[in-house]
């Protein structure tokens, strides 16, 4: 790999890490060890192209292009969790990533398109971590976490609420943002 090469990957790492976190090979190998999954299978899963993951996981490309394939991620951070925390069994995550890569992301408020963890299907495994990681998916599919900041500053003087907003939901991190809906409902 030459110098250029080298460079675009680091970028593309280090804008993974704003969006996603962290280095979405990091990401992608750990789900494929927590659920007991191949790259192959991973792709499936999530419905990419085995070449687009491979790119991801190598900081070829940086960003998800579509929504619903973040969705897909967070699902499935959510599940790994769930496996290494002993709640559910190899059977009940198998069958929930069979639920996920069946989803498109859905609609927020439709409980019925997402993958369930509980072992009810069609009862989501926490309702409100998900309405939240939908809006941050959404949030983070069109605009990068720097022009998000850019825009709540820009937006604080005359809309501190909706600055407050796009900070929470679109910069802080998951369980800051549950916290903040949680606030914020009736």
């Known amino acids: 790999m030459d110098a250029a090469q080298q460079e ?3 970028k593309a790492r280090e804008q993974q890490t704003t969006w996603y976190g962290e280095p979405l090979g990091t990401l992608f190998r750990r789900l494929i060890a927590d659920l007991g999954l191949n790259q192959a299978r991973l792709a499936v899963v999530l419905g ?3 070449p687009m993951l491979s790119q991801l996981m190598s900081g070829q490309r940086a960003k998800i292009g579509n929504p619903a394939v973040v969705q897909r991620v967070r699902s499935l951070q959510d599940l790994a969790a769930e496996v290494r925390a002993g709640r559910i069994s190899a059977a009940e995550a198998t069958a929930a990533m069979d639920e ?3 989803t498109s992301g859905g609609n927020v408020l439709s409980p019925s398109s ?8 069609g009862v989501p495994a926490n309702p409100t971590k998900r309405v939240v990681r939908e809006i941050q998916a ?3 599919s069109v605009s990068d976490a720097t022009e998000i900041q850019s825009a709540s500053r820009l937006l604080a003087d005359s809309h501190p609420e909706l600055a407050e907003f796009l900070r929470v939901y679109g910069v802080a991190r998951t ?3 549950v916290e903040h809906y949680e606030n914020h409902q009736g």
């Open 8 to 10: 675009s990957t680091e």
């Open 48 to 50: 990419l192209s085995a």
């Open 114 to 121: 997402t993958a369930t963890r509980s072992g009810s299907i």
């Open 175 to 177: 369980r800051e943002a």
């Open 100 to 102: 996920i890569r069946r």
């Open 138 to 140: 959404l949030l983070r």
